[in-house]
């Protein structure tokens, strides 16, 4: 009898990290809907004639929490593609929030308490990740705001915008 009632409060637990998750990713979509990205398949969208920017989360396989990856695709190098992953980005990059005053590339469920705050840190990373960054003159200059990008960037990329 000690074991059921053991399983049932580890179900509600789960239950409660479900719901834990349904929220962060219901916040998530709404922040970049409203910011003018577009979702298709698990990935959300925004672009130019030069610029593929393509957003995606990413559950973590060791505790409860995500990661939101960032891909830049430059369409001159990469004219046959369409609807990349984040995976695919010529740049890529992570969302970051401030928790206990370091700057992380991760979002901890256990730790988000306030949902108006996680919504402020995505639309925040959208400015300055996404707002400038579609066009070749607005990745050279989010590389100079960031220049560790420049290791998160592939060798044809670097060529491309003059950094190798």
Known sequence: ?????????????????IMETKQFKRSVNECFVESGLSKKGGYYYKSSEEVICAVGTQKSNYSQGFYINVGYIIRQLNPTINTPGASDGDIRTRFTSLREGKLIDFFDLEKIQDEEQLRESIRENISNLIGGSLSITGLRALITKNPTLLYQMSINAKQFLGYQ
């Open 1 to 17: 009898m000690a074991k059921a009632g053991k399983q049932s409060s580890t179900l509600i637990n789960r239950l409660d990290v």
